[in-house]
């Protein structure tokens, strides 16, 4: 073959295997789910971090991803749990706070009064907030306003928490509140609540 | 050949290579998932679940599943707080209806065998369907084991029948999901199963527990006449590419080679066929006395090796390039040279 026409062929070939490559792969590419990759499902982990408390008061603290339980044990007016916390979002989509579910005091009786026949409940007792530590520019939230549906946790935030349970003073409890708790067991009431967080997508 | 030509023509053949194995590796790929019957959309799905207990004592303090007291006295469990949550991402957004039902069983068997003679549903839910469109589903609950009853129910079991039994409790958490994806273009059904178990015993050996898992898959739409057209376009021009590259390296190969084999050739055919003539040596000879003669056909040398009765002698002066045949006879020194070709020439 001459030298010139072997240049050229090798040159013509070239091109034309570069232009079926190309076209090749720019159509698999553009059509094939392979080609805007689906990156994977969304990745979700919004949760509770551990929880501290303080020695105050006797108390147990479970944590469960998106759910805080906590024990506690009172026996003096005036007693207060402080617990801090944060709600992490490691997801890679901001969320925001579809459902908060509290244990309901009201529905947890104590006892029941032998002298005026009033049934007393849990918030008769005992208050139960739960509140933000700090301001969020990012999350729009300030401190100390309560934890409500519709909040946000954007993607790589964090919101702290403090859970604050106590136990009334005695000043703020009627005589006959005073007489039921003490009528208690040991003199003491075992508290059990739960808050639960679940966040969805933005 | 000059030297950067070649290095040129080698940098040429190496990029062929590469990208005849570039070609190639898409050709394996598309035509393997042709094979498999892949399709061209796809949605990946995580479902990741969690199931932990709190038990509750009769003084009203619970204790932690993590903790690592797994462990209980039966009597004193007032009863056993479960919690379950369970996540489903998708990587683009669904249509999905879900719900879940718990169902609480007792379950016995002769003690010591395997024989189940007890089994009864104790606990149902009435399951509520949601809906919702997104990424995420995040669904969460919590249910109470009443321990104490199921402790009841084995021993009454004892009592009526007089048969001692082996007995557990059983909570399955039915969760059922249908979704529809315009991404994959269709509609799945599926459901996720969790259960925990509870031996009753007198001392209750509680399940090591938060029980977590992650489970991802991906679901895909189905090929339509037209997707494996497609597929099959795709695999002969990437075939097409190949095959292509592969001889625009052979013709490469051959223009990088050539010049040297042809010199090679003519030269063995040389010492071959004058072996009895020509003398190898080992190093140049000696011109300085001599007038230099170049001769255009080796023929003419062999010609005046016959007439002059003496030894033709061979030198390569450069590696595969150049060679000499000399001939000295009265000062002069008659010379035939070999050397590789020009591409010009």
Do not use: W
């Not at chain 1, 009033?118 to 700090?134: N, T, W």
């Not at chain 1, 409500?148 to 006959?176: C, P, S, W, Y």
């Not at chain 2, 051959?254 to 084999?261: K, V, Y």
């Amino acid at each position: 073959m001459n030298h010139k026409r072997e240049k050229k062929t090798i040159a013509y070939l070239l091109c034309i295997s570069i232009i079926l490559l190309v076209i090749g792969l720019y159509t698999a590419f553009a059509s094939i789910s392979f080609a805007s990759p689906s990156r994977g499902p969304v990745k979700y982990d919004v949760y509770f971090s551990e929880v501290g408390t303080n020695k105050d008061v006797d108390n147990r603290v479970i944590v469960n991803n998106n759910r805080i339980d906590l024990g506690i044990n009172f026996t003096f007016y005036g007693q207060e749990l402080l617990a801090n916390t944060s709600l992490n979002n490691d997801s890679d989509v901001d969320t925001k706070l579809e459902e908060l579910n509290m244990t309901n005091l009201e529905d947890i009786k104590v006892g029941k009064s032998d002298i005026t026949g009033i049934e007393y409940s849990l918030s008769d007792y005992i208050s139960y907030k739960v509140y933000y530590e700090y301001d969020s520019e990012i999350n729009n939230i300030k401190s100390p306003n309560s934890i409500a549906v519709g909040d946000m946790l954007r993607k790589n935030t964090t919101n702290n928490v403090i859970i604050k349970v106590a136990f009334k003073e005695e000043h703020q409890l009627t005589k006959d509140q005073i007489h039921v708790f003490e009528k208690q067991l040991n003199r003491e009431i075992d508290v059990n609540l739960f808050l639960e967080a679940i966040y969805l997508e933005a | 050949m000059k030297a950067n030509r070649k290095i040129l023509y080698t940098i040429l053949l190496v990029s062929l290579v590469v990208l005849a194995s570039v070609s190639s590796f898409f050709l394996y790929y598309f035509y393997k998932m042709r094979n498999d019957n892949l399709s061209f959309n796809k949605i990946d799905i995580q479902e990741s679940s969690t199931v932990s207990y709190n038990v509750l004592a009769n003084d009203s303090k619970f204790y932690d599943s993590s903790v690592s007291t797994k462990s209980y006295i039966t009597n004193e469990i007032k009863n056993v707080k479960t919690y379950f949550n369970y996540i489903l991402t998708f990587s683009s957004d669904v249509s999905i209806n879900y719900s879940y039902i718990i169902e609480g069983k007792i379950i016995g068997s002769t003690k010591g065998t395997d024989d189940r003679i007890l089994e009864k549903t104790i606990d149902k839910n009435t399951p509520t369907v949601k809906k919702y469109s997104g990424k995420i589903i995040n669904l969460t609950d919590t249910f109470d084991i009443d321990v104490p009853y199921y402790v009841g129910l084995k021993d009454e079991f004892i009592k009526q029948y007089g048969i001692d039994v082996d007995a557990y409790i059983e909570y399955d958490i039915t969760i059922s999901y249908a979704y529809t994806s315009n991404t994959i273009n269709k509609s799945k059904t599926d459901k996720k199963e969790l259960s925990i178990i509870i031996p009753i015993t007198e001392v209750s050996t509680m399940p090591v527990i938060p029980l977590s898992s992650i489970n991802t898959h991906s679901e895909y739409s189905d090929l339509t006449e037209k997707d494996k057209n497609t597929y099959l376009a795709i695999c002969l021009e990437l075939f097409g590419s190949t095959l292509l590259f592969v001889l625009t390296a052979i013709l490469v190969v051959r223009r990088l080679f050539r010049n040297t084999s042809i010199y090679r050739k003519d030269l063995k055919a040389l010492l071959t066929k004058y072996k009895k003539v020509i003398v190898r040596l080992k190093n140049m000879p000696d011109f300085e006395y001599t007038d230099v003669l170049f001769v255009d056909d080796f023929e003419d040398l062999y010609d005046a090796c016959l007439v002059t009765d003496k030894p033709i002698n061979y030198y390569e002066v450069v590696k595969d390039k150049v060679a000499i045949f000399v001939l000295f006879s009265d000062f002069k020194a008659y010379v035939y040279k070999v050397n590789i070709r020009n591409e010009e020439e």
